[in-house]
T-cell receptor, first 114, second 120 residues
Framework: AQSVSQHNHHVILSEAASLELGCNYS??????LFWYVQYPGQHLQLLLK??????LVKGIKGFEAEFIKSKFSFNLRKPSVQWSDTAEYFC????????????FGSGTQLTVLP | GAVVSQHPSRVICKSGTSVKIECRSL??????MFWYRQFPKKSLMLMAT?????????EQGVEKDKFLINHASLTLSTLTVTSAHPEDSSFYIC????????????????FGPGTRLTVL
């Protein structure tokens, strides 16, 4: 069975600081990788996704993530965070090839101080 | 992107009553929909996979007689929490992949806004 680990439960940064949120998964086969964001009181929104190809993927709002297959990792990055990035971030995985239910990490709460 | 709606957004009910939550894909057809449950400060846990035209597939530990799922059409799935108890209070979220099974877009999912259930 798949599992997804997000090691940072709560990250607090000042505006303009750089962000990196870790995500590791356990599954030996082909995977699809996602980062979702949940702003306070809102529903999950897709930040970015990786299916295949260039392992460095760019998403919305200046976020990017790098898939490192050898490390089973898909870390999320942003060079300069804003107060509006305060939210819960979820890494998710499903098996490649066809739709499968997503397995979510435990989430990381990001708080950006103005 | 594709839009998924849920109704109601919030419901409060008495213990022992049943509550129905609807999940609709507004601008695409979904042969599959997923139901998740999210506890406060916790991640999303898959409850079941709703399949149009066939029975839902439940995850281990989820009571199928308590959480009834009906995928009535290609745009609607319903989750009925029967004989609700306070421990069923939670945030229920559905998602749906656009496109047909096997297509590239089927790998992605779009999420509904969630339904906050409070059982008194």
């Amino acid at each position: 069975a798949q599992s997804v680990s997000q090691h940072n439960h709560h990250v607090i940064l000042s505006e303009a600081a750089s962000l990196e949120l870790g995500c590791n998964y356990s599954y030996g086969g082909t995977v699809n990788l996602f980062w979702y964001v949940q702003y306070p009181g809102q529903h999950l929104q897709l930040l970015l996704k990786y299916f295949s190809g260039d392992p460095l993927v760019k998403g919305i709002k200046g976020f990017e993530a790098e898939f490192i297959k050898s490390k089973f990792s898909f870390n999320l990055r942003k060079p300069s965070v804003q107060w509006s990035d305060t939210a819960e971030y979820f890494c998710a995985v499903n098996e490649g090839g066809s739709a499968r239910q997503l397995t979510f990490g435990s989430g990381t709460q990001l708080t950006v101080l103005p | 992107g594709a839009v998924v709606s849920q109704h109601p957004s919030r419901v409060i009910c008495k213990s022992g009553t049943s509550v129905k939550i609807e999940c609709r894909s507004l601008d695409f057809q979904a042969t599959t929909m997923f139901w998740y449950r999210q506890f406060p400060k916790k991640s999303l846990m898959l409850m079941a996979t709703s399949n149009e035209g066939s029975k839902a597939t439940y995850e281990q530990g989820v009571e199928k007689d308590k959480f009834l799922i009906n995928h009535a059409s290609l745009t609607l799935s319903t989750l009925t929490v029967t004989s609700a108890h306070p421990e069923d209070s939670s945030f229920y979220i559905c998602s749906a992949p656009p496109g047909l099974a096997g297509s590239f877009s089927y790998n992605e999912q779009f999420f509904g806004p969630g339904t906050r259930l409070t059982v008194l």
